[in-house]
């Protein structure tokens, strides 16, 4: 269930089908870690083509699966709703994603490639942006229609940027969300530098952990746009 990016080819090191196509399709910008149905609803009005909700009890944004079911309720027939999932079994996941209507999972925690080969829904698997992410990238290749490179610290939400020079050689060789302390202030020049298929921004993006500020949410959606515009020009 690999996907594309137009702008990729093969590179040594990748299996072929590390870049094979079908029919999903990364999105552009993601609002992750949400906990209120409120910040999907505007995540959405000010541009955000994909909403994210954790569900990993250790993290302050992990909300349950009835929470996570009202806020996709309001989500548009053309957002992706996305179960943020740590080391669940592929029928956990599932069950938890079809219960929340999720239309996709990330995997941040240490699943292994082998055992999501047969998941019915696309699978966006975390890769901390560090000399290991080649090798991940290379074991999922074929299982995950896509990546999301963030900050090997911790298996997301930390805030801290990436390495842009690696995260950019990790874009080269597949679909990829770019995560990692993202916010209005920065998002361009990340863009610029790392040309990443799309963004993923929780935790610079809020009041208190799961709370969105609607000013900051519009900035990082709105600047993220312009970026991705100045990108398709060069």
Known sequence: MAAKNPSQGNHEGLPTDVSATDSFTLPRIKVCGLARVKDAQ??????????GVVQYPPSP???DVATAAKIFAVAKPN??????L???SPDDAFAWAETSKAKAVQLCGTELAAEWRDFPLP?????GVDQTGVEEMAAWSGVASGFVLDHPSSA???GQTVDYALAAELCERAACLLAGGLHGGNVAEAVAQVRPAGVD????LEDAPGRKNFELTSQFVQNAQLAFAALAQR
């Open 42 to 51: 505007h995540a959405m009005q000010v541009g955000a083509e994909a909403l």
């Open 61 to 63: 944004r992990s909300v």
């Open 79 to 84: 957002i992706l709703t996305v179960a943020v």
């Open 86 to 88: 740590v080391n669940l």
């Open 123 to 127: 699978i966006l698997r975390r890769i």
């Open 156 to 158: 997301g939400g930390s």
């Open 201 to 204: 921004a929780a935790s610079r």
